[in-house]
């Protein structure tokens, strides 16, 4: 595993922290590093690839829109150019739909949703299974390619030192035909990141009784940038939309604080969100499950401590 | 017109998970097994498009091991599947594998015009079949799909990404979608329907016809672990006022997350 092949993508015209975790794994590893950007910008990131020793950056800026067709004739094409045996990527909606269909085509390996990878002598990689109820470790084989997804907020970041010199490689691989076409992009209301990708999440359950009290979530969501994410009892009674559930059946998240807010903390919920490195329990009901996966607890009405905490944050921020 | 749907049976959230005592996979003794959620999506939609035209069918294709995995089948063909492809494999195997496994046995079957998956199985959170099947078929997929309007032989597939945005696809069949939740609300099976399923055809292979092998895989699992046992939690006492201040405080100089 000494060529290695990371997905680069952006945000705000910089790298994205989960890229940059993928990239920090591999600082001080002495390995020979590629990145691979589908669309504009890689002229922006060309810096911040050279301080982390990625010495070849394959681009095909005409890949503005997301089309598996097109996206995997561009990956597989910078794959093989680079020569890379393993590639890694931040788990996403992009990165999980084409990887995957690059992976077939290229007959590589392909493993999904990790959480734990470091380079100490071989390649450790763990993953959480059957709902985070136990996790399993992740053998490779060894030849050949294989192609790991990391969770998004699982490896520190560290600042790249390094000083190479990083060639843009302009590919074409990438063409669309008339099978698949994209005819339209509807624009989500949400401008915040998305909850796979997000730090910290406030989170609410029936316990909010009505769905215009999600605007409290939202405020206290705004004072610690946070973004806010639901059960799946509110998804279903129509109060918020689907993109916003957290659970089995919706969104896997795993950030460093995760607010629970009048969620009783069914088994399905839990899925989603047990990885969390903080919970916040905040509930009525002192025998609700979701204090036993809490870190801190608070028993109490949440229209009562929620705008004091809103306050609280806002006045020592 | 000819469509497949893939399921997979997995454990049901409810179930406790424990491991076999050399740590190399999950103990399946008294484990409950049901489709996977996201595939009664698939299941459903696949079945919605064929009712309406005269002489469709669709054919429910799974993996797995045969003793359990037939009452899954019989599930997906009481939601109105007309026949099963059961390929009898005992072992493990990681996605690609088993994305061959399903595409060979498909590409047996002569021509067809859709292939339904389920986006994700909750039992590894994968989300790689569908995408993988589509490559191995040679057809295009769209991923993540809550909405479908499958009129004809061209298809307008709404597909779920980050941050609620829609990307909105035009697709030609043949071709494959991965269902997610919206797209329908999957039925419930009559009991005649339950009935009616057992007597409808199973064709059965193994790996090997398939001229595939569980030694074929790259990548294995091994080393599983149950969580490690968390600290128990801080319950912050006092008014609502204390409880808060206590909050931040912890926030801050414990957790160190604020
Ligand atoms: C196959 C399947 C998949 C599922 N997938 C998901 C999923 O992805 N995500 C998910 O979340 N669920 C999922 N569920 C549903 C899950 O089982 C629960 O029904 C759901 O999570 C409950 O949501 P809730 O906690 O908001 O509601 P409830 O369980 O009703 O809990 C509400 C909580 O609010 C508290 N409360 C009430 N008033 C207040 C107040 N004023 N202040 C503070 N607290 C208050 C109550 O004490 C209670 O604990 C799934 C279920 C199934 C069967």
Redesign the interface.
């Given at each position: 595993m000494e060529n290695i092949l990371v997905v680069a993508e952006l945000q705000n015209g910089s790298l994205k922290k989960g890229t940059k975790e993928l990239l920090s794994s591999l600082v001080g590893k002495g390995k020979t590093i590629s990145a691979a950007l589908a669309g504009e910008g890689a002229d922006s990131i060309k810096e911040e690839l050279q301080k982390y020793g990625v010495t070849q950056l394959f681009n095909q800026a005409s890949l503005t829109?997301?089309?598996?067709?097109s996206f995997?004739q561009f990956f597989a094409e910078a794959i093989k150019q680079s020569g890379a045996n393993l590639v890694l990527a931040s788990s996403?909606?992009?990165t999980?739909?084409?990887l995957?269909?690059v992976?077939?085509?290229l007959?590589?390996?392909?493993?999904?949703?990790c959480t734990e990878l470091s380079f100490d002598g071989g390649i450790h990689l763990r993953?959480?299974?059957?709902?985070?109820?136990?996790?399993?470790?992740?053998?490779?084989?060894l030849e050949?390619t294989?192609i790991v997804l990391m969770r998004a907020n699982q490896l520190p970041v560290l600042e790249g030192t390094e000083s190479s010199t990083c060639e843009i490689k302009a590919l074409d691989a990438g063409t669309e035909n008339?099978?698949?076409?994209?005819?339209?992009?509807?624009?989500?209301?949400?401008?915040?990141l998305?909850l796979?990708?997000a730090d910290?999440i406030v989170s609410g359950g029936r316990g909010l009784k009505e769905a215009k009290n999600f605007e409290m979530l939202e405020e206290l969501a705004n004072v610690?940038n946070a973004t806010v994410g639901a059960s799946r009892a509110v998804v279903d009674s129509g109060w918020v939309?689907?993109?916003?559930?957290v659970g089995?059946?919706?969104k896997?998240v795993a950030p460093?604080?995760y607010i629970a807010v009048g969620i009783s903390g069914a088994?399905?919920h839990l899925?989603g969100m047990?990885g969390s490195?903080?919970i916040?329990?905040i509930n009525t009901d002192?025998n609700a499950p979701i204090?036993?996966?809490?870190?801190?607890?608070?028993?109490?009405?949440a229209f009562?401590?929620v705008p004091?905490?809103t306050e609280?944050?806002k006045a020592?921020? | 017109m000819k469509i497949f749907v893939c399921i997979k049976q997995v454990?049901d959230?409810?179930t406790?998970?424990k491991?076999k005592p050399d740590n190399s996979d999950?103990d399946s003794n008294g484990v409950k097994w049901i489709v996977n959620?996201?595939d009664e999506f698939a299941i459903e939609e696949a079945v919605k498009i064929k009712e309406p035209n005269q002489g469709a069918t669709v054919t429910v294709v799974s993996v797995g091991p045969k003793a359990r995995l037939t009452n899954s089948l019989r599930t997906a063909m009481a939601m109105g599947c007309d026949d099963g492809i059961l390929i009898d494999e005992a072992n493990s195997l990681?996605?690609?594998t088993m994305?061959k496994a399903i595409a060979k046995a498909i590409k047996a079957e002569g021509e067809f015009s859709a292939v339904f998956t389920g986006v994700l199985s909750?039992?590894?959170?994968?989300?790689?079949?569908?995408?993988?099947?589509?490559?191995?078929l040679e057809?295009?997929?769209?991923?993540?799909v809550?909405k479908l309007e499958s009129a004809g032989d061209e298809w307008?597939a709404?597909?779920?990404?980050?941050?609620?945005?829609?990307?909105?696809?035009?697709?030609?069949l043949p071709?494959l979608i991965t269902a997610t939740?919206?797209l329908n609300k999957p039925r419930f099976a009559s009991l005649p329907n339950i009935m009616k399923a057992k007597k409808k055809p199973i064709k059965e292979m193994t790996l090997s016809d398939l001229g595939l092998s569980s030694d074929d895989v790259?990548?294995?699992?091994?080393?599983?672990?149950?969580?490690a046992d968390?600290?128990p939690?801080?319950?912050?006492t006092g008014d609502?006022?204390a409880?808060?201040?206590e909050?931040?405080k912890?926030?801050r100089e414990e957790?160190k997350?604020?």
């Open positions: 829109q997301y089309n598996p067709t995997t996403n909606a992009m999980k739909d084409v995957a269909r992976a077939a085509r007959d590589a390996g392909f493993i999904n949703d993953r959480p299974m059957y709902s985070a109820k136990c996790s399993a470790g992740v053998n490779l084989k050949g294989s008339e099978t698949l076409k994209v005819k339209d992009i509807i624009k989500g209301e949400s401008e915040k998305d796979t990708e910290r610690i939309p689907h993109s916003m559930q089995q059946t919706g896997t460093s604080l088994i399905q899925a047990s490195k903080v916040v329990a002192e204090f036993q996966k809490a870190s801190y607890g608070i028993v109490g009405d009562e401590v004091k905490l609280q944050l020592s921020l | 454990p959230t409810e406790r998970i491991l999950i959620p996201y990681d996605s690609l994305a909750i039992d590894d959170n994968e989300s790689a079949i569908g995408p993988m099947l589509a490559e191995l057809i295009p997929h769209v991923g993540v809550s307008t709404e597909r779920e990404v980050e941050g609620g945005t829609k990307e909105v696809f035009t697709m030609k071709g939740k919206g790259k990548i294995q699992l091994n080393q599983y672990q149950m969580p968390k600290e939690v801080k319950m912050l609502s006022a409880q808060v201040s909050l931040v912890l926030l957790a997350v604020l």
